[in-house]
């Protein structure tokens, strides 16, 4: 069983950045595809960025250029590097584990206004 933690957010300003951290137990997540999603205020979950087990990623078009995703195999545990943050980034950000299924923190909030 995969537990996801999340950690790092907060409120900043317009512009600001942020680094969220997911460390994960209980499995070698070498070999899964990890991910931050996020759900803003009365929208649906909704993906931000994926990183798969050989590095490869792919972002969502509101955050491509601005947001980069990590990972660090051997402390178990992805990134998600925030820049140039806007007031319509303000979610919960959730890290995700996929394996044949899907694992997910409890998520952490990120509050971007002036």
């Known amino acids: 069983q995969v537990q996801l933690v999340e950690s790092g957010g907060g409120s900043v300003q317009p512009g600001g950045s942020l680094r969220l951290s997911c460390a994960a137990s209980?499995?070698?997540?070498?070999?899964?595809?990890m991910g931050w999603f996020r759900q803003r205020p009365g929208l649906q979950r909704e993906l931000v960025a994926r990183?798969?087990?050989?590095?490869?990623?792919n972002y969502a078009d509101s955050v491509r250029g601005r947001f980069t995703i990590s990972r660090d195999n051997a402390k178990n545990s992805v990134y998600l590097q925030m820049n140039s943050l806007k007031p319509e980034d303000t979610a919960v950000y959730y890290c995700?584990?996929?394996?044949?299924?899907?694992?997910w923190g409890k998520g952490t909030l990120v509050t971007v206004s002036s």
């Open positions: 209980g499995s070698n997540l070498s070999i899964y595809t």
């Open positions: 995700n584990a996929y394996l044949f299924m899907n694992y």
């Open positions: 990183i798969t087990s050989s590095g490869s990623t």
